[in-house]
């Protein structure tokens, strides 16, 4: 694969050349020359966009595919093209199929599924066997199959004792646990976040509380057995001051917060509108003010779409009746510009790395090419016509967003 990008502006803060606007040959899947004018010799494919800007290649730590199983939501083919479309070049998706990837040979179909794909598809394998939170899956086999962490997805771990004995017996292989934050004896049969808003609409609320309360009980756990402990998606202020005392501590826990999160609160749910029906529930706006400083100040390690693609059956159906979920690796880009400058937003669409074992690709010659291509600039009302999932559950329908991503250069493929 050989290209030659003209006129691009290099938003990489680990690279001598951020801040700058240059071109890029690409040969062979590598960086091979950057500079400020580079002549199409060899009569390459040339890449000029307008506003273009590049970037290291964006990573979400949770994405849902559905096959196996629920194909008719997505196909890990569609979802890999979406996710390269959206910008993504690295994607965690979750286990949460049918069957649920709770062995080292589904961990070994994903891998064969999503081979010779330009978005790298890291596997996640539950941590308990199809996910019914009583006995510990094959943790060790799946991570010598290829599995980078283990969570039940939007499943809590309801027996501490479990979760001590996970986290005692993956820290033995360096292994990631993930504990969904919630506790279910006080979510009850919460559907949105208990507040003025759900008593008005005559919604059961599901309170901070319960979060709040699982979040203490894993950090103490944490605290107890060691190990490595990743805490997805956050949505209270609780959990980030909860989280920034287990860090002072210097415990070994991660978490993240899903971009909607960040963006919306339970004041969209005035007219039932089912798109809004997510877990972690939307919250107040006191909770989202405090998540996106966590964002800021670092405690929140990294953000996630937590893209979850829903049929219309799933959602065109009374409020308490529909499924949790949206899509979001679409609405990604342009929904954290509405908080935060370009640069900020780049930052935090390539953090979280490292977490999961995926190496860095700095912007250098040399170096692997593991692009995004995007407009930071274009302002757009975000419709179906954005959507490339096979599901169209997005909660950002009818918003207004920023920035436009064009596509990816990666594992020697273009697409855009």
């Known amino acids: 694969m050989n290209v030659l990008i003209k006129s691009a502006t290099i938003i990489d803060s680990k690279s001598d050349y951020h801040n700058t606007t240059q071109d890029l040959l690409i040969e062979k899947g590598k960086i091979s020359k950057i500079g400020k004018s580079i002549k199409n010799t060899n009569n390459y494919k040339e890449i000029n966009l307008e506003n273009l800007h590049i970037s290291q290649g964006w990573f979400d730590s949770s994405v849902c595919f ?7 939501r997505e196909t890990i083919e569609n979802g890999l093209k979406t996710a390269a479309k959206s910008g993504f070049t690295t994607v965690t998706m ?7 990837i709770d062995s080292n040979s589904a961990i070994a179909f994903i891998k064969m599924k999503a081979q010779n794909n330009a978005v790298n598809l890291l596997p996640m394998g539950a941590l308990t066997r199809n996910s019914d939170g009583v006995d510990l899956a094959e943790l060790f086999d799946m991570k010598s199959a290829g599995a980078v962490a283990f969570s039940d997805y939007k499943k ?3 027996n501490p004792n479990l979760l001590k004995i996970a986290l005692q017996y993956a820290s033995n292989f360096n292994g990631l646990v993930c504990s969904f934050p919630q506790e279910n004896r006080i979510s009850g049969q919460g559907v949105m976040n208990e507040n003025i808003t759900s008593t008005t609409l005559g919604l059961k609320g599901n309170p901070s509380l319960a979060e709040a309360l699982q979040v203490a009980r894993d950090l103490y756990l944490l605290e107890y ?12 202020a609780e959990s980030v001051a909860l989280i920034r005392n287990a860090k002072q501590k210097k415990l ?3 978490c993240s917060v899903a971009i ?14 089912t798109h809004y029906k997510v877990l972690p529930p939307l919250r107040t706006q006191n909770d989202v003010e405090a998540l996106i400083e966590g964002v800021k100040d670092g405690t929140i390690d990294m953000v996630t779409s937590d893209h979850n693609p829903i049929t219309i059956e799933g959602k065109k ?14 609405s990604a880009f342009g929904a954290l510009q509405t908080l935060f400058s370009t640069k900020k937003t780049i930052q935090l669409l390539t953090r979280g790395k490292a977490r999961f074992n995926v190496e860095p690709s700095i912007i250098a010659e040399g170096n692997i090419a593991d692009l995004t291509l995007f407009n930071p600039d274009k302002k757009y009302t975000f419709t179906t016509k954005n959507i490339h999932s096979l599901s169209k559950n997005s909660l950002f329908l009818n918003k207004q967003l920023q920035g436009e991503a064009y596509g990816v250069i990666a594992n020697k493929k273009i697409i855009l």
Do not use: M, R, W
């Not at 559905?66 to 008719?72: L, R, T, V």
């Not at 979750?94 to 649920?100: F, G, M, S």
């Not at 909607?260 to 509108?273: G, P, Q, V």
């Open 66 to 72: 559905g096959e196996p199983g629920f194909e008719d």
């Open 94 to 100: 979750q286990a949460n199929t049918q069957p649920i």
């Open 156 to 158: 809590p771990i309801t």
């Open 225 to 236: 057995t060691g190990g490595k402990l990743h805490i997805p998606t956050i949505s209270t």
């Open 252 to 254: 070994d826990v991660s």
């Open 260 to 273: 909607h999160n960040l963006c919306l609160t339970d004041k969209e749910l005035e007219d039932f509108d």
């Open 317 to 330: 159906v009374e409020f308490d009746y529909a499924d949790y979920g949206t899509i979001g690796l679409e």
